[in-house]
């Protein structure tokens, strides 16, 4: 019998969360450093789910700037009582969450465009995220040197140009050639 009421308990309480669309992380809304601190726990999320979708493939220019601007943005995320973690004022509490805001939005278009299997969409979206997510960095850690996505992509692209450069296309043709006799060689043993 107390298994039912723990069961129903936990249904009426999960129940409760679920339909408390404002605050669905259950968290102290009232803390001033939530947004610091889900900023970095959402971003996280969507660069995973990100990686996921690319990773059969090889990635682009843009696929691998995105991902890179990401994680220069979460490394070495501060915590909350970080010594260089400024308390915000009303103004830049208003703007945080304008930026927390926007980059739900964000996050909701991104797994709109997941679904659709859209990674062109997937990649725009990652930066838009990540730009907003560093705002939210940027009030919170104002002295820590955070750099842009043009910047990240400038040194992105000249990796991947330098990177096609070594590619060899006629090493290419004789590897499939030869990996083809091979294939025709087993089906006939």
């Known amino acids: ?27 102290d809304l009232n803390n001033p450093y939530l947004g610091l601190k ?15 979708q690319i990773e059969d493939g090889i990635a682009s220019a843009a696929q691998r ?3 890179e601007y990401a ?15 400024v308390e915000l004022n009303e103004e830049k509490l208003r703007n945080v969450d304008e930026q927390m805001r926007l ?8 797994s709109a465009m997941e679904r659709e299997q859209d990674i062109d969409g997937m990649t725009d979206t990652l930066i838009r995220v990540t730009e907003r ?11 820590f040197p955070l750099p842009t996505f043009a910047e990240i992509r400038r040194v992105v692209q000249d990796e991947w140009d330098e990177d096609m450069g070594k590619i060899d296309p006629d090493s290419i043709g ?16």
């Open 1 to 27: 019998m107390s298994e039912r009421n723990d069961t129903n308990e936990n249904d009426s309480q999960m129940e409760g969360t679920m339909t408390d669309v404002k605050n669905p992380w259950n968290a």
């Open 38 to 52: 889900l900023a970095s726990e959402r971003l996280s999320i969507v660069r995973y789910v990100f990686l996921v």
């Open 65 to 67: 700037a995105s991902l």
């Open 71 to 85: 994680d220069a943005v979460l490394i070495g995320w501060p915590e909350t009582d970080a010594d260089d973690v």
């Open 103 to 110: 980059m739900e939005q964000y996050i909701a278009k991104f």
């Open 133 to 143: 997510v560093a705002e939210v960095r940027r009030a919170y850690q104002p002295d």
């Open 174 to 189: 004789r590897e499939t050639a030869d990996a083809d006799q091979e294939q025709k060689n087993e089906d006939a043993s």
